[in-house]
């Protein structure tokens, strides 16, 4: 693959999140023209409306690199599941002068692209949290193998944490679990599943839905009569609520034409978390609340008083 310079160290937030965001313009599911026939093949071809990891067409071989965006203290890894797929990782050391921070943000994608779409936000996250960041991509997509569903990449997400746990520099830092969209609902299913093993502090949820069959007809208004049927299910709406003792951020924004804003409402409102904390990004589409004004800065302000100060 060849490989663009990287950028100037002089890039502001604003230029790398609208680098970012010109590379997340993805589907959520499949673009509204393929509505109709999505309906008749939603059952057989659930897997690959959900897991769109085609889109781009070059996503399962073109994955951008760190460096390719001035990062060079990272490690590209193969990581093994236990059912014996290779997942393609970066693991982004913390800035040296901050690395005291303690603190380790994983990082879970959408459903279309791969991680490397990913790594400018990867690196404001890395500069304004002084983290380590480990972004993982789930199975079938990028550089990893197999074919992505639901059990699947609840697999693969809890490999990523086992990693961090066993993994000699991050084995004892605060683990903080971002998820934008779908990465939502696998980072809800990790914690809640970890919450009582230890070394996760936070959480952090952007744009994400109530349940897949919830989310069918806002999506595929053609298909609403069929999500009944749709076997792989997501239900963030139940598994949520089992999470009592992890801050949880919850980053919103208001003019997502995908994840319609009220399922973020909603899981606010059934979350049992006694530190749980609400942000808007008022003009945030479903792809580009990323590069909404205050975006980092809700992040900064969370693991500031949430997490760092409480742990």
């Known amino acids: 693959m060849s490989e663009s310079p990287p950028p100037p160290p002089s890039w502001s937030i604003a230029s790398m999140t609208n680098n970012a965001v010109q590379w997340m313009r993805l589907p959520m599911l499949a673009s509204s023209g393929l509505a109709v026939v999505a309906s008749g093949l939603l059952y057989f071809k659930q897997n690959e409306l959900i897991y769109p990891r085609n889109i781009p067409t070059d996503a399962r071989t073109n994955v951008p690199k760190p460096r390719q965006f001035g990062i060079e203290d990272y490690e590209e890894l193969q990581l093994r599941t236990p059912d014996g797929e290779s997942l393609h990782a970066y693991f982004i050391r913390a800035p040296p002068k ?3 921070q303690n603190l380790t943000v994983l990082m879970f994608h959408g459903n279309a692209g791969n991680v490397g779409h990913r790594i400018p936000i990867a690196k404001i996250m890395q500069e304004y949290l002084g983290c380590h960041v480990m972004m993982l991509e789930y199975r ?13 990449l609840k697999i693969d997400a809890q490999t990523a944490l086992d990693h961090l746990r066993q993994r000699g520099e991050t084995a004892n830092t605060r683990i903080v679990v971002y998820g934008q969209s779908l990465g939502g609902a696998v980072a809800i299913n990790l914690v809640a599943n970890n ?9 952090i949820l952007e744009n994400t839905f109530l349940s897949i069959r919830k989310l069918i007809p806002s999506v595929f208004p053609p298909a609403r009569y069929l999500a009944r049927f749709c076997h792989q299910t997501w239900t963030s709406e139940d598994v949520l609520p089992k999470i009592t003792k992890t801050p949880i ?6 003019q997502d034409e995908i994840v319609p804003p009220s399922n973020m409402t909603q899981l606010f409102a059934i979350c049992n978390s006694k530190r749980k904390v609400w942000r808007t990004l008022p003009n945030g589409a479903h792809n580009d609340s990323v590069a909404e004004p205050d975006y980092f800065e809700h992040i900064e302000t969370f693991v500031t008083e949430e997490i760092l100060k409480h742990n």
């Open 98 to 100: 901050r690395v005291d």
């Open 140 to 152: 079938g997509y990028g550089l990893s193998t197999g074919v992505p569903d639901e059990n699947g």
């Open 195 to 203: 919450e009582d093993k230890g070394g996760i502090s936070g959480l």
């Open 249 to 254: 951020l919850f980053l919103s924004g208001l």
